[in-house]
């Protein structure tokens, strides 16, 4: 029997045509730290969590991380500054959802913010 489990371990460079099914988004949001929820931006599923900081300066610091690890995936999030906070968003919009890159760049993100 095949192995139909999604690896999100990886990412996976090229044009992404395809989005994950709601069970696999709800199993992945399941498995990753900081808070991501399933949201929507413009009419499409995307992954969404909001970090919150002591001050400005360290919501700059962290958007300035996520900007170079999205920079080094070509992949870029959708980033809401203010005071404290981080709201990040992830999807794909070939995919006109959430793809398995995603959830990396969520986990990747959870990881930038400690």
């Not at 070509?74 to 398995?100: N, S």
């Amino acid at each position: 029997m095949a192995d139909n489990t999604i690896s999100f371990d990886s990412f996976t460079p090229g044009l992404i045509k395809t989005s994950l099914a709601r069970d696999a988004v709800s199993s992945a949001l399941s498995a990753i730290e900081g808070g991501w929820d399933l949201d929507v931006t413009e009419g499409t599923p995307c992954l969404g969590a909001t970090f919150s900081f002591t001050d400005f300066n360290a919501c700059m610091v962290f958007a300035d991380r996520v900007a170079r690890l999205a920079d080094t995936y070509d992949h870029h999030p959708e980033l809401v500054i203010r005071y404290g906070t981080v709201t990040v968003k992830w999807w794909t919009h070939t995919a006109k959802g959430v793809a398995a890159n995603d959830v990396f760049m969520a986990t990747r993100t959870t990881e930038l913010s400690t």
